[in-house]
C-alpha cells in the first residue's frame, strides 16, 4: 500500500505546486575547440553551465554524415523503411512549411533507423520550370539587359545550369540545418540523366498505349509567361467587380423583342457564339429554334437550353463563350457550337471586327463598354463578387485560353487509385482526407502536361511531315527517344521510307508534376532494374502536407500503378498547413513568413525588416508588412536552436488542417532544453567518476519505493511513445517526453534521491541503497536521452556521450544508432506492479480473515499463550488502521 499511497502524494504534490517565475533569457556560449570537419566533437571537456544551442549543434552533423550513420544497412528481418522526401523547388529557400514537414520525416526516419529497420530517407531536389526560369530571366535582365529570346533556347538553358550549380543546393544546407538524416549520397535532381531517361520513357511507353494524347482545349493560360500552367500555379483573388448587361436582339426582329444577358468580362461578349437558358424556364420557351444577332457584326447565334444555367440569377439568359470559359466551353461541347478564339498568346485582341482588333484585353473592355453605349445596347451596371485567377509566378490575371496541348488520360488511372485506398492497399491518414480524395479521383479530369517553356524535360515527340504534306495534328504525331527511332515510327506508320519523312520536335517541356510524379521510381533508376529498385521501391510512406494530396500524391499513386503495378508506396500521412500565431495564411505581405534558420540562430526586427526590402514586394507592401512584424516580434526573435523548433513543430501536430505556431512557445522549449541539460548534469556528478552501470538493465529487487515509481512512470513514457510514433501521434510523443522529464524525473524523483546519495558514505545498507538509486538513476537518463532522440537530436546527442556505456563492446558510436527503447528493457509496468500490490492485498485480507475466525473461538484464550494473544490483537489492530 506504500506504493500507492507515494501515487497519491505525487499526483498531491503537481496539483499543489506554485506557478514558476519567468525564464530569464539564456546566454549564448559558443563550441571553439577546433574539430575538423566530419571529425568526433571534444566530450571530454566539461558541459557548459548553461544550454546554448550554438555549443549543442556545432560538430555533430559533419561526424554523423561522414560515419554513414544515414546509409541504409542491408536487408533484415526488423523490415525495411523507405520514405522519399517531397522535393523543393531548387529555386526556393525553407519556410515554416518545410521544417514542420522536414521535421516530422526526421523524427519518424530516425525512429525507424533506430528500431534496427534498414533505413532509407532519399533527398531530392524538383527542377521547378516555371519558378526557375523566372528568376533566371529575371536575372539576366537584371545584369545584362537581356532576355532569353536575346540568347536563343540553348545559350538560356545554360544560363539555367549555371545559376542552378551556383546557388540551386542552397536548400541542401538548410535541411542539414535542420538535422534532417538524409542519404546525401542519393540526392537526386529531376533534370538528371538518369531522372531524365525515366521520364523521357513514361511518355513514350503511355503515349504508344495512349493514355498520352494530344488535343485542342481550354488551359489557364498566363499572358506574361506565355505558357499553360497548372491550377496550383493560380491564386484565387475576390476584387471588386460589377456585372454588366446588355441587350441581344432576335433574328429576325420581331416586335422590337431582345434578350437581356449579363458578364463581368465584357470584352469576351465578341467571341460569344450563343445565348443559354435553362429548359424549364418559361420565359424563353418560345425561342427555341430561334437565333440571335451579334450586336458587331452579322454573327447569328442559337438559342441553346442547357440544365447548366441558374434559372434564378439574373435574366436566367447567358452568353456563351466556349473559346474562353471553361463552364461554357462544356455547354459548346454539348451544343456542337462554334469556338470563336479571341485572343492571342500575349493577350491582343484577334479575330475580331475594327476598331477592336489588336486592342489589348483590358483596354478592349473598356472599348467594348462604350461600343454598347453607343449603339444603345446596353443596360446597367451592378456591383458584382467576382472569383479571378491569378498566376502565381507572374502575377497576371489567367486566361482561359484554347490550345493544343498534350494530356494524359486519367480516367482508369484515377479509378485504380481510388479502388487502392477503398481495398485497403492504400491507407491515408488522417482519413478525414479520405472524402476529399475519393471526391477528385471519382471525378477527375484528364491532365494538361505541356508546358510553353524552355527548361524543363522537352516532350519526345515529333511533328512528321511526308514529302512536305501535313494533316491532322494528332495523327502526324510520333514519339521516340531518339529522333532516329521517332523517324523510323513514322515511316511504318505511313508505310513510306524513312527518307520520305521530316520530323520537328515540340518546342514545350512537361509539367515539372510529371517528373515528380515518377520520383519514388526514378531515383533508384527505374525503367531499368536494379538492386535498390527491387529493396525500396514500393515505398514505406510518404508523408507531405495536404495541400498537395491531389497536385503531387495522387500522381504518384496513378503513375505509379500505370508503370509498375505497384503502389509506391502503403500509407499517406498527411500533416496540417502552418499558419501564423493569429491564424492567418503565410504571406510576404504579411509579414509572417519566417525562416526557421532566423527561429533557430535568432533575429532582430531590423533584420526582418531588412529581409522585406531585399524581396520583391512593392513599397507599400513592405510597409504594411513591416508594421505586422513590429506588432508580432517587437524585440525580434530570440535564438531558438534546432532542437527546440523540432520539438515545437511536433507538439503542434494535431491531425488538423491547420497549426497556428506562436514563436514564442518554441523558446519555452529552449528551456527544455535547459532544465534537461541540468538534470543531466546533477545526475552524472550524482554517479560520480567511478561509476559503471550494470551491462543488461534489470531489477535487483533492492529497488526502493521511489525507484519502482520512476521505472514504472518511464515504463509508461516508453509505451505512449511507442504507440505514439505507430499512430503518428507526435503531440501525444513530445507530451509523454515532456511530462517524464520534467514533472516526473526532475520535479519529483531527484528530489526524493537527494537524501538517499547523502547518506551513501554511511553503513553498508545505505551504500547499497546509494548504488541501487544510482543505477535507477542512469537507467532513466539513458531510456530517457533515447526516447527523445528522434525529435531533438543534437542535445540527445551532446548528453549521451558524456554518459557512461553498459558495454564498451557492442557500445553504438552514437546515440542516432542506439536501440528505441522498448518496454522489456528492465522497467517496472504500473499496471502489474498494481496487480501485485492488489493480489498481495487480497491474501493478507485473507489471512487476517482466519485469524480473526480464530480468535473467536471459544477455547482461544485457554490455549494460546498470553505473549501470541497480544501479537496476533496487534495484527488485527494493524489490518482495522489500514
Request: aromatic fraction near 10%; hydrophobic fraction near 35%; charged fraction near 25%.
Amino acid at each position: 500500500m506504500h506504493f500507492l499511497n507515494l501515487l497519491w502524494c505525487v499526483c498531491v504534490f503537481l496539483l499543489q505546486k506554485k506557478a514558476k517565475p519567468e525564464k530569464k533569457e539564456l546566454g549564448v556560449i559558443t563550441y571553439s575547440i577546433p574539430t575538423p570537419a566530419g571529425e568526433k566533437k571534444d566530450v571530454i571537456s566539461p558541459l557548459p553551465d548553461s544550454y546554448s544551442p550554438q555549443y549543442v549543434e556545432a560538430a555533430w552533423y559533419p561526424w554523423w554524415e561522414n560515419q554513414g550513420f544515414f546509409k541504409p544497412d542491408e536487408p533484415n528481418p526488423r523490415g525495411i523503411f523507405m520514405m522519399c522526401i517531397p522535393p523543393p523547388n531548387v529555386t526556393g529557400s525553407l519556410h515554416l512549411g518545410h521544417a514542420l514537414t522536414n521535421a516530422i520525416q526526421d523524427c519518424l526516419t530516425r525512429w525507424h533507423r533506430m528500431r534496427g529497420e534498414t533505413t532509407l530517407w532519399n533527398p531530392g531536389c524538383d527542377h521547378a520550370g516555371i519558378a526557375t526560369q523566372v528568376v533566371v530571366e529575371k536575372k539576366l535582365m537584371r545584369e545584362r539587359g537581356l532576355s532569353r529570346h536575346d540568347l536563343g533556347r540553348e545559350k538560356f538553358i545554360e544560363e539555367v545550369w549555371k545559376w542552378k550549380n551556383e546557388k540551386g543546393d542552397r536548400i541542401y544546407h538548410q535541411l542539414k540545418k535542420l538535422g534532417s538524416s538524409l542519404d546525401w549520397e542519393r540526392a537526386c535532381f529531376t533534370m538528371d540523366p538518369k531522372l531524365s531517361y525515366a521520364v523521357q520513357e513514361a511518355f513514350i511507353r503511355m503515349h504508344e498505349e495512349g493514355v498520352i494524347y494530344r488535343s485542342k482545349r481550354l488551359v489557364n493560360w498566363s499572358c506574361t509567361l506565355n505558357s499553360a500552367i497548372s491550377d496550383i500555379e493560380t491564386q484565387v483573388l475576390t476584387p471588386p467587380a460589377t456585372i454588366v448587361s446588355l441587350c441581344k436582339t432576335l433574328n429576325p426582329l420581331g416586335k422590337d423583342e431582345e434578350v437581356i444577358v449579363a458578364t463581368t468580362r465584357i470584352e469576351t461578349m465578341l467571341g460569344d457564339t450563343a445565348v443559354a437558358v435553362h429548359p424549364s424556364d418559361p420565359r424563353y420557351q418560345h425561342l427555341k429554334g430561334k437565333t440571335i444577332i451579334h450586336p458587331f457584326c452579322d454573327r447569328k447565334m442559337p438559342v441553346v437550353f442547357d440544365e447548366f444555367v441558374d434559372i434564378n440569377f439574373g435574366t436566367g439568359a447567358v452568353k456563351i463563350t466556349p473559346a474562353h470559359d471553361h463552364n461554357d466551353y462544356e455547354v459548346g461541347v454539348r451544343h456542337n457550337l462554334a469556338f470563336i478564339n479571341i485572343l492571342d498568346e500575349n493577350g491582343y485582341l484577334i479575330n475580331v471586327p475594327p476598331p477592336f482588333l489588336g486592342l489589348k484585353r483590358f483596354d478592349a473592355r473598356k472599348a467594348v463598354l462604350q461600343a454598347l453605349k453607343d449603339r444603345g445596347q446596353f443596360k446597367e451596371i451592378k456591383d458584382n463578387p467576382m472569383v479571378v485567377p491569378v498566376c502565381s509566378r507572374s502575377k497576371d490575371i489567367v486566361e482561359p485560353l484554347l490550345k493544343p496541348q498534350w494530356y494524359v488520360d486519367c480516367t482508369e488511372m484515377g479509378k485504380q487509385a481510388a479502388d487502392a485506398v477503398r481495398d485497403g492497399r492504400l491507407k491515408i491518414i488522417p482519413d478525414h482526407h479520405l472524402k476529399t480524395w475519393f471526391n477528385w479521383m471519382d471525378n477527375i479530369r484528364d491532365w494538361c502536361i505541356s508546358r510553353q517553356l524552355w527548361w524543363g524535360h522537352r516532350i519526345p515527340a515529333y511533328f512528321i511531315t511526308v514529302d512536305h504534306s501535313s494533316d491532322t495534328d494528332g495523327h502526324y504525331w510520333v514519339s521516340g527517344r531518339s529522333e532516329e527511332e521517332a523517324r523510323e515510327k513514322a515511316a511504318k506508320r505511313f508505310n513510306v521510307s524513312s527518307e520520305r519523312i521530316s520530323l520537328r520536335q515540340d518546342e514545350d517541356v512537361l509539367d515539372t508534376w510529371f517528373s515528380s510524379g515518377i520520383f519514388p521510381l526514378s531515383i533508384f533508376g527505374w525503367p531499368n532494374e536494379s538492386e535498390d529498385l527491387n529493396v525500396f521501391y514500393p515505398g514505406t510512406l510518404l508523408e507531405t502536407g495536404h495541400d498537395i494530396l491531389f497536385f503531387w500524391v495522387a500522381r504518384m499513386v496513378m503513375m505509379g500503378l500505370k508503370l509498375t503495378g505497384k503502389l509506391p508506396f502503403r500509407e499517406v500521412y498527411l500533416h496540417a498547413v502552418v499558419r501564423d500565431a493569429h491564424g492567418r495564411k503565410m504571406s510576404k505581405s504579411l509579414g509572417n513568413v519566417i525562416d526557421p534558420l532566423d527561429v533557430i540562430t535568432g533575429i532582430s526586427l531590423e533584420g526582418l525588416h531588412n529581409q522585406l526590402t531585399d524581396s520583391n514586394l512593392d513599397p507599400l507592401e513592405i510597409e504594411k508588412a513591416k508594421q505586422g512584424q513590429k506588432s508580432d516580434y517587437p524585440s525580434g526573435i530570440p535564438e531558438c536552436g534546432t532542437d527546440a523548433l523540432r520539438f515545437a513543430l511536433c507538439a503542434y501536430t494535431s491531425q488538423g488542417r491547420d497549426i497556428n505556431l506562436d514563436v514564442n512557445r518554441i523558446l519555452g522549449y529552449r528551456h527544455f532544453c535547459n532544465k534537461l541539460w541540468n538534470a543531466v548534469k546533477f545526475a552524472m556528478k550524482a554517479l560520480g567518476e567511478n561509476f559503471a552501470p550494470l551491462e543488461k538493465s534489470q531489477l535487483s529487487g533492492a529497488e526502493s519505493v521511489s525507484d519502482r515509481w520512476i521505472l514504472s512512470r518511464l515504463s509508461a513514457a516508453v509505451v505512449l511513445c511507442a504507440s505514439g510514433f505507430e499512430a503518428y501521434d507526435f503531440p501525444g510523443i513530445t507530451t509523454a517526453i515532456y511530462n517524464f522529464w520534467l514533472y516526473e524525473l526532475c520535479d519529483v524523483y531527484l528530489e526524493c534521491v537527494k537524501p538517499v546519495l547523502s547518506r551513501s558514505d554511511g553503513d553498508s545498507d545505505a551504500q547499497s541503497q546509494a548504488d541501487v538509486c544510482r543505477q535507477t538513476l542512469y537507467t532513466c537518463l539513458d531510456v530517457g536521452l533515447r526516447l527523445l532522440s528522434p525529435i531533438m537530436p543534437f542535445v540527445t546527442e551532446e548528453l549521451f556521450q558524456r554518459l557512461p556505456r553498459r558495454s564498451t563492446k557492442d557500445s553504438p558510436p552514437s546515440i542516432s544508432v542506439t536501440s528505441y527503447p522498448e518496454s522489456s528493457e528492465g522497467l517496472i509496468d504500473i499496471e502489474k506492479e498494481v496487480a501485485k500490490l492488489t493480489a498481495k492485498k487480497g491474501e493478507l485480507v485473507k489471512q487476517m480473515d482466519k485469524l480473526s475466525e480464530k480468535m473467536a473461538k471459544n477455547d482461544y484464550r485457554e490455549k494460546v499463550p498470553i505473549k501470541v494473544q497480544e501479537m496476533d490483537a496487534e495484527k488485527v489492530r494493524g489490518k482495522i488502521m489500514k
